[in-house]
């Protein structure tokens, strides 16, 4: 995973958030900067939360080897198998 990269690739939503952020901040009106403010920097930074994690999960899942994997190193079970799991010993 190039991670200078997904910064530079990040940055701009990292921008916007802290923009929104310092917006909401501004217009809150004095006596009143944190109950005015606080759950939209909140928001601004949760819109940014999923899209930035599911980006550089997808970045490391890219540079990963397949045999990273292991579901990639094991064949797939035969068609029609069954996997029975025990039952307790359970008496009545």
Known sequence: MDREALKRELTDQIQQSLDQAMDAV?????????AASE???R????K???????RILQAKL???KP????????KPPAAGL???????????
């Open 48 to 54: 940014l939360t999923a899209p930035a994690f599911e």
């Open 39 to 41: 759950w939209e920097v």
């Open 82 to 92: 069954v996997i029975a799991w025990p039952r307790p010993n359970v008496q009545t």
């Open 43 to 46: 928001e601004a930074f949760q």
């Open 26 to 34: 501004q217009r809150a009106p004095d006596g009143a900067w944190i």
């Open 62 to 64: 890219d540079a990963a």
């Open 67 to 74: 045999a990273a994997f292991s579901w990639a190193k094991e």
